[in-house]
T-cell receptor, first 111, second 114 residues
Framework: EDKVVQSPLSLVVHEGDTVTLNCSYE??????LLWYKQEKKAPTFLFML????IEKKSGRLSSILDKKELFSILNITATQTGDSAIYLC???????????FGTGTSLTVIP | NAGVTQTPKFQVLKTGQSMTLQCAQD?????MYWYRQDPGMGLRLIYY???????DKGEVPNGYNVSRLNKREFSLRLESAAPSQTSVYFC?????????????FGQGTRLTVV
């Protein structure tokens, strides 16, 4: 059965801390892994990863994929209160049309 | 820049009532999805439509029906609402086999069944 597992489920940090969010997957015919940030409303797209070892970076956020060990991490450095959100990981297989979402990691950044 | 539009944003139903959630996308995507999101459960797929004229069950289809009216529109119907269907519902669309397969989401419908 295809599945995506995220850890930790929730995290509380202070502003300025660095956090690492984890996403492991067991999905047949892997095509790509997506990270989303969800604040109060709809998830918004952050990164798409398809190749192992190539870091994607956007400001203080970065992500990398390990297709051998079947996981991805999302790093946020120098966290700010605006980073407080649920971070969702999803895997897209080559076949079919479904996205497999993890349960998300709820990040709270306190001043 | 409409993207994915879903209506209504909020709804309160009594047990047993019916309603339809509407969703439309203007990105010419073939695939559309309905998810529900509950605390600690992530996004769970209710139904999806790979292309116009086709629909398939997802992880949690019971109590729901869908219609892919045309390429733009994908509606979700609750025939007889139950308190267990209290949730936030998201519609999404994507082009999974395209260069950028990411899903684009509507703003969500917060449904309460009392």
């Amino acid at each position: 059965e295809d599945k995506v597992v995220q850890s930790p489920l929730s995290l509380v940090v202070h502003e300025g801390d660095t956090v690492t969010l984890n996403c492991s997957y067991e999905v047949t015919n892997f095509r790509s892994l997506l990270w989303y940030k969800q604040e109060k409303k709809a998830p918004t797209f952050l990164f798409m990863l398809t190749s192992s070892g190539i870091e994607k970076k956007s400001g203080r956020l970065s992500s990398i994929l390990d297709k051998k060990e079947l996981f991805s991490i999302l790093n946020i450095t120098a966290t700010q209160t605006g980073d407080s959100a649920i971070y969702l990981c999803a895997v897209v297989p080559n076949t079919g049309n479904q996205f497999y979402f993890g349960t998300g990691t709820s990040l709270t950044v306190i001043p | 820049n409409a993207g994915v539009t879903q209506t209504p944003k909020f709804q309160v139903l009594k047990t047993g009532q019916s309603m339809t959630l509407q969703c439309a996308q203007d990105m010419n995507h073939n695939s559309m999805y309905w998810y529900r999101q509950d605390p600690g459960m992530g996004l769970r797929l209710i139904y999806y439509s790979a292309s116009e004229g086709t629909t398939d069950k997802g992880e949690v289809p019971n109590g729901y029906n869908v219609s892919r009216l045309n390429k733009r529109e994908f509606s979700l119907r609750l025939e007889s609402a139950a308190p267990s269907q209290t949730s936030v519902y998201f519609c999404a669309s994507s082009e999974p086999t395209g260069v950028d397969p990411e899903a684009f989401f509507g703003q969500g419908t917060r449904l309460t069944v009392v």
